[in-house]
């Protein structure tokens, strides 16, 4: 299967319409922000303090917590396994943080030197202060630092959501570091920019709050009213929220919470989605040559199942693992189904 020719419309016009989004969604999150304040300020503005962390993030079985400079930026780590086994590096996605690979940590580390790493910005590595220092090239180098800082040539590729957009630059990019790549629910950038400019609305309507993350201060803000309860129903609510309950129980938000309610924690990862259109990774125009793997959890709420089977133009040694009943958070979700396909392809 070949996917269809892009249209391909000047940045300037992209921009453009980027704006003209933005604009009307910010607008209709503004009204939102407003009313939920107006309505209960007291329950919207209040949260709870949290100096400890969760005790979930503190099981030794999971590995142990170091620390690496990569890139001229300290990186915070969980490790679990051989070092001098194969390197397996994980990449979380937003609002995520190395946590989010905790099934995937526990099956691999028997074979593999398994790292899952808090990626720039995100809780313990730190946060540079520039909106600029988040554009994807720049976090495509972390992981090229990151790989021989962690005292390997090459790695297994593994990663989710934003994880994913930088894993796609480096396996484009810098082949040679990655001998295997898996993805999961996130499209290569030249098919959502595919997807998108060919007219599909729904798409555009479940990225709103990309649009939104546009904006200064206000997607902060809004991350934060009723105590953060936009995780809570990130991760479990009804439109979003996990499917499988035991694999991820609604205590564990709590883990997520603590991370996010630090103070400034949400600024470099919603950076992110403000560097994304305007400081994009130019890739190679051929296929992508890196054996690879893409899992989609077919419930997603944020990105549209289509784009899964619309990698064959993009990706020349692919195969695709759909997996039903399933959210955006497939390896926290069903991490059987994701621990074995992945087990699948690393054996082939």
């Known amino acids: 299967q070949t996917a269809p020719m892009a249209i391909h419309l000047p940045r300037v016009v992209l921009l453009g319409i980027v704006y003209i989004v933005t604009a009307v969604f910010g607008t209709l999150a503004i009204l939102y922000t407003v009313a939920s304040v107006l309505w209960s300020p007291r329950r919207a503005l209040t949260k ?36 001098t086994k194969p390197l397996m590096l994980f990449l979380h996605g937003f609002p995520e943080f190395w946590f989010s690979w905790r099934h995937q940590i526990k099956e691999f580390s028997k074979d593999y030197h398994v790292v899952a790493i808090d990626m720039r910005g995100y809780n313990e590595t730190e946060r540079p202060t520039k909106r600029s220092d988040y ?79 546009q904006l200064p201060w206000l997607p902060e803000f809004i991350l934060q009213l009723h105590d953060y309860k936009l995780l809570y129903d990130c991760f479990q609510g009804k439109e979003m929220g996990v499917h499988n309950k035991a694999s991820f129980p609604p205590s564990l938000v709590e883990a ?8 400034g924690a949400l600024t470099g990862p919603i950076n992110y989605y403000r560097c994304m259109f305007t400081r994009p990774s130019k890739l190679p125009s051929g296929p992508l040559m890196v054996p690879t793997l893409l899992i989609w959890g077919d419930d997603d709420a944020a990105l549209d199942k289509k784009m899964a089977d619309m990698h064959t133009s993009v990706v020349s040694n692919l195969t695709v693992k759909h997996i039903s009943n399933c959210s955006h958070w497939v390896q926290q979700d069903t991490p059987e189904a994701v621990n074995h396909y992945m087990r699948e392809f690393l054996n082939s």
């Open 256 to 263: 997520y919470k603590y991370v996010f309610s630090k103070p």
């Open 48 to 83: 709870q303090r949290r100096d400890a962390p969760p005790s979930c993030l503190l099981d030794p079985s999971l590995g142990t917590h170091n620390y690496v400079t990569a890139n001229g930026l300290k990186f915070h780590y969980v490790s679990s396994g051989d070092k």
């Open 135 to 213: 554009a994807v090239d720049i976090l495509r180098k972390d992981i090229i630092d990151l790989v021989p800082a962690l005292g390997h040539d090459t790695c297994i590729l593994v990663a989710h959501d934003w994880g994913g957009v930088v894993a796609w630059a480096v396996a484009a990019k810098n082949p040679e570091l990655v001998e295997k790549l898996i993805v999961m629910n996130c499209p290569h950038p030249r098919i959502y920019e595919m997807f998108i400019t060919e007219g599909n609305i729904g798409q555009v309507k479940k990225s709103n709050y990309m649009y939104i993350f």
